[in-house]
């Protein structure tokens, strides 16, 4: 049996914002003297989001009925992003830098997104919107740094929460161990990251895809 969310059973724009998510951790009221802080972590997060170059990483994704899916992630400066799932999800989910594609094997089917207009774009293009649109969630745990990006005023693009760890090892000192999405339906789904792979040699055809579609066979 296919352990597919049932989210992505009939692929829509509520699917696609859903691959964001985990679980958005409530907004907590800081004193002024933590303003400073918030900054800082702030900064801290953008900087490691653009200190990838390229890297790998195993995933799992959980939807909101608490299905999974494992597979694993590829991502390159540059907004290309590649989620290759476990064998049996005939599902690819890939950004080309441009458009982030969903494409259903089993139903011959691509849908398209600018990477601007899902929340996704918050770890594709950090310079634009981690700074723009970001804050600090406190977690009460200062090895934990939880970034929620959401745009107030378009609502409809939903919103992402990156969780970070101090890591020593990874760019910027922080490690992304997971992000939560939630999509203008409330639709939640928790990607989480282990085994990290950071500098791997990457080509741009991992963010190519086969055109399921009759009409074009061709790799965009």
Excluded: C
């Amino acid at each position: 049996m296919k352990h597919l969310p049932s989210i992505f059973l009939k692929p829509s724009r509520a699917a696609m914002a859903a691959l964001l998510v985990l679980g958005t951790p409530a907004v907590v009221a800081l004193p002024a003297t933590a303003v400073h802080a918030q900054s800082s972590d702030l900064d801290r997060a953008v900087t490691a989001l653009r200190g990838i170059t390229t890297m790998k990483a195993d995933f799992s994704q959980t939807d909101r009925s608490g299905a999974s899916v494992n597979g694993v992630l590829t991502l390159k400066r540059g907004g290309k992003i590649r989620f290759e799932y476990e064998r049996g999800t005939n599902m690819l989910v890939v950004s080309n830098g441009k458009s982030l594609y969903l494409v259903d094997y089993d139903v011959d089917q691509v849908q398209r997104w600018p990477i601007s207009k899902s929340p996704l774009g918050a770890l594709l293009d950090p310079s634009r919107d981690v700074k723009q649109y970001g804050k600090v969630v406190s977690t009460g745990n200062p090895d934990v740094v939880s970034i929620e990006v959401r745009d107030k005023d378009r609502p409809e693009f939903g919103a992402i929460t990156m969780i970070f760890v101090r890591d020593a090892k990874s760019p910027g000192g922080l490690k992304l161990t997971h992000w939560v999405a939630l999509d203008a339906q409330n639709h939640r789904t928790t990607v989480r990251l282990r085994n990290h792979r950071y500098g791997v040699a990457v080509n741009d055809n991992a963010f190519t895809f086969r055109d399921p579609r009759r009409s074009s066979r061709r790799p965009r």
